[in-house]
């Protein structure tokens, strides 16, 4: 089944666009991480985009940084990532999962032994952030193996003359990163993201997703006018991170955060 295709396909028919959710695994722990979830894929969440925790993030932001620190710290490895995956997929059948990863992590331990293992788990795609479409032949054919979607990005600074390359690798939806730098809130969007969003529908008929800055009910909607799935990331990492000193408090927040982010999704 391909979850992917069909949450894409809904929201359409439901003329809105898809919520894409981040959070790093793990993050604070094991539990608390998993009650956030639940959280996120129990009011509205179309996709989950988990980020493995990563000693060197270099495309993530203070906040997604401290979030991979936490989980290091709290105990968590490649096995719990897909324990993690396992109980979540598990409960929510329907639901998209992606990870949000580095290629060392996947290369490590041998790429087609790691897609095995997180396709076993229940993972829909990987969205592998420090590999270009030049240098992914040997994830591109695991994942093809094994039934994995694959997710690429697109940033403001791609030339247009990459971009047939770039969706011609990805299988799952193409993820455009509307700001150069990292991942963080921001107070406002970048002006750019209609004119991107149509560049790169020209050279494909897969899903186009944005993330990066987008950090409150305002800007959901007026991406949502535009692309085919809106990702929001830091500005729900840091609900956990005000939730450190109660850690019993992070799932209702996160349950507060999500209804309002979602509620910006119509067209």
């Not at 000693?55 to 990532?81: F, I």
């Not at 993201?193 to 020209?202: E, F, L």
């Not at 799935?229 to 996160?254: H, Y």
Request: negative net charge; aromatic residues 6%.
């Amino acid at each position: 089944m391909d979850r992917i295709a069909t949450v894409f396909s809904l929201a359409q028919q439901e003329n809105r666009a898809a919520f894409v959710a981040y959070l790093c695994a793990g993050d604070p722990d094991f539990d608390h991480s998993l009650e956030a979830c639940r959280a996120l894929l129990r009011n509205g969440v179309d996709v989950l985009e988990l980020g493995v925790p990563f000693s060197d993030p270099l495309a993530d932001g203070l906040t997604n940084q401290l979030a991979a620190q936490r989980a290091l710290e709290s105990g968590m490895t490649a096995t719990k990532v897909f324990e993690l995956v396992a109980v979540l997929r598990g409960e929510f059948p329907a639901t998209p999962i992606v990870f949000y990863t580095y290629y060392n992590l996947v290369f490590s331990n041998g790429v087609d032994a790691y897609v095995r293992q997180a396709k076993a788990a229940g993972l829909d795609g990987l969205l592998t952030l420090d590999l270009p479409p030049e240098e992914a032949g040997e994830l591109a054919e695991a994942c093809a193996k094994h039934d994995l979607k694959t997710v690429f990005i697109v940033a403001p600074t791609t030339p247009e003359s990459r971009l047939p390359k770039i969706a011609k690798a990805t299988t799952g939806f193409v993820y455009y990163v509307s700001r150069e730098g990292v991942t963080g809130e921001r107070e406002s969007l970048a002006v750019n993201i209609p004119a991107a969003v149509k560049a790169i529908k020209a050279h494909t008929d897969l899903p186009v997703v944005v993330g990066f800055g987008i950090s409150n009910r305002s800007h959901v909607h007026e991406v949502a006018q535009h692309a085919d799935g809106v990702v929001v990331g830091s500005a729900l990492v840091n609900v956990i991170r005000d939730g450190l000193a109660d850690k019993s408090r992070i799932g209702p927040a996160m349950e507060v955060k999500i209804k309002d982010l979602v509620a910006g999704l119509g067209r």
